[in-house]
Structure formats: structure tokens, C-alpha cells
């Protein structure tokens, strides 16, 4: 919000020195809780320019440390040594990951090679299941700050916006040749539903359900089926302008 940006110094990007990788590769994972402890210990205020599942060039910006003259020695290794890169991506905080490749399944299965509507249905089935639990989960703050209340550590997270909308955009160009498929992923919509809390998952969910329902017009089909998707998006609607249910205890990143 706001306040957390305002305790963002503003000469911050002025004053601030770069950590860079030594190495290209994806970053897979973020010791969190060791660079707020770091900041902290040594009075210094970071920012992650990258986050776990993104592709890093050699010489590419990790992170900013501010202010640079209070730097200590050695102090940037010990920021990169809490930055893992690799050759792959992997799951362990890497939530966009899986979802791809539950993503890449489907689609896999919706070609014209494989034509497999029942698999595509399978991997919606569980694509639903993963965004429920992501939708349902407190957003781990992006402004972390020390036992004093001092702003240490500016986080780069993944949020439910993004993941629905990389992984419904890509499913939307296919899903509209099977009009079970279509039915499924609107199911899938109103049963996400019960999870959601933030207003702007909700709001995200209700434009991927129009888009789902506006594709399938493209597709020749029975009045039956054309009914039975408007029903369905209906129904998903309903569900996403129910009272949404309350917010879960906040995350605390241990110092």
C-alpha cells in the first residue's frame, strides 16, 4: 500500500549499488528470512529486482541495496549465496511452474494429435484444485520489516492475478474446440470461487469466465450446448458476487 511505499527511500534507486549474478540461470529459490536478517543486522535496506521461476542472464540485476555506501565487505556475496540459480526450474518456490506444466498437459491434450478432451478435463480438474489453495492463502507481505519496524527487505512476489491470467490465457485459445472442456473450466471458475477473499481475484476470475463463454461463441454448436455454457457462466458469476469469505491470519516472515 501507500505507507510501505513511502518508506521506500526516494533517492532509492539513486543511491542504491546493484548485486548482480555471476551466472545465467533461473532463480529457484529466495532465503527470505536470511537477507531480512542480513538487512537488518547491517542496516541496509534491499530490494529483490527478481523472483523464484524467472531467467537471469550473467551480469543481470539480482537485487539493490541501499544505501551503498554503508555496504560492508563481502556483503553482496553473501546477498547472492541467498539468491539460488540453476539450470532448471523447480518447485520449490517456484508456485507459476507447476501450474505450467499442469497447463502444458492440457494443452498437450487438446491438440489435434492427441485430442484427448477427457485429459485436458483431468488437468483443469487439478489445475482447480492448486488456484483454490492459492486463492484461499494469506499474500505474504511484499514490504518485510525488522523487529524495530524499519523497512528492511522489498520481496518480489507472484500474485493470484498473474497466475490465473498466464495460465487461463494460454487454456482459453484451445479449450474453445470442446465445448466439454469450455463446461468444465467454467465449473472449475465457480468452484474457485469459494476460496476467493482479495477483491481483485475476484474481479479476475469474473473477466477470464466472460472471455471462456465469449470464446466458445466462435465454435459451431448445438442450441443445447450454447445453453448450457451460458448456464454454467451464470452460474460461475453467482458464485464469484456471493459474499466471499474472510481473510486468513496474516504471514509473518520470521526475522
Not at 529486482?49 to 524467472?54: D, I, Q
Not at 488437468?123 to 492463502?137: K, Q
Not at 465445448?179 to 470461487?193: A, C, D, K, P
Amino acid at each position: 500500500n501507500s505507507k510501505n511505499e513511502h518508506d521506500v527511500p526516494a533517492n532509492f534507486e539513486m543511491v542504491a549499488i546493484p548485486v548482480y549474478t555471476k551466472k545465467s540461470g533461473y532463480l529457484q529459490a529466495v532465503d527470505l528470512s536470511g537477507l531480512l536478517k542480513l538487512a537488518s543486522n547491517n542496516n541496509l535496506l534491499m530490494k529483490i529486482s527478481l523472483r523464484p521461476g524467472e531467467f537471469a542472464l550473467e551480469g543481470q540485476v539480482l537485487a539493490m541495496v541501499w544505501p551503498g555506501e554503508r555496504v560492508p565487505n563481502n556483503f553482496l556475496e553473501k546477498i547472492a549465496e541467498a539468491m539460488i540459480l540453476g539450470t532448471e526450474r523447480t518447485l520449490e518456490q517456484d508456485v507459476e511452474f507447476a501450474v505450467n506444466e499442469i497447463v502444458e498437459i492440457a494443452l498437450r491434450a487438446l491438440s489435434p494429435a492427441l485430442n484427448d478432451p477427457l485429459m485436458a478435463m483431468t488437468c483443469i480438474d487439478w489445475l482447480g484444485t492448486g488456484l483454490s489453495e492459492l486463492a484461499s492463502r494469506q499474500t505474504p507481505p511484499v514490504y518485510l520489516y525488522d523487529s524495530q519496524q524499519k523497512l528492511r527487505l522489498v520481496a518480489n512476489r507472484l500474485t493470484f492475478v498473474e497466475v490465473v491470467d498466464n495460465a487461463f490465457t494460454k487454456l482459453r485459445q484451445h479449450v474453445s474446440t470442446s465445448i466439454s472442456v469450455t463446461v468444465r473450466m467454467l465449473e472449475m471458475v465457480s468452484q474457485i470461487s469459494g476460496s476467493v477473499y482479495r477483491e481483485q481475484d475476484r474481479k479476475v476470475l469474473i473477466r477470464h469466465a466472460f472471455m471462456i463463454k465469449h470464446g466458445s461463441g466462435a465454435t459451431e454448436m448445438q442450441v443445447w450446448e450454447r445453453k448450457l455454457v451460458e448456464r454454467k457462466y451464470q452460474l460461475a458469476i453467482k458464485a464469484l458476487n456471493e459474499k466471499q469469505r474472510p481473510a486468513p491470519e496474516p504471514h509473518r516472515e520470521e526475522e
